[in-house]
């Protein structure tokens, strides 16, 4: 199964997402083969492009660790920040999350507040 936590952050009395993991093989399918994990991949690889090269956020404002042995994708960003970039970090929330409702047998989300 493909754990993903969301990480939800306060800025100016609003939850903005700032940061995600993603951790594990959904075991939908053979590995190499296995469409639900594509997705979930191209997801948050597609947050760190538009991140880096569509917000140009600098590096000191991501931190990003990839893991292909767990598998393991991490992603956060600079609260301050969040508000500029809702509209990238949002979609791609709402995408993992209807994701983890048609395929709940394969993808779990988890949502941490602080």
């Known amino acids: 199964m493909t754990n993903i936590t969301l990480f939800w952050g306060d800025s100016n009395g609003e939850k903005r997402l700032v940061g995600l993991e993603s951790k594990g093989h959904s075991g939908f399918s053979a590995e190499g083969e296995d469409v639900v994990c594509a997705a979930v991949s191209s997801l948050i ?15 000191e404002d991501i931190v990003c660790k990839i893991d292909n042995s767990v598998p393991l994708i991490r992603v956060k960003w600079k609260n ?3 508000p500029e970039i809702k509209l990238l970090t949002q ?22 507040y602080s």
């Open 45 to 59: 690889q597609a947050l760190i492009i538009g991140l880096r090269d569509v917000a140009c956020l600098a590096d």
């Open 91 to 112: 979609t791609m929330a709402l995408s993992l999350k209807e994701i983890a409702s048609v395929y709940s047998d394969y993808v779990c989300i988890w949502e941490v």
């Open 80 to 82: 301050e920040r969040a």
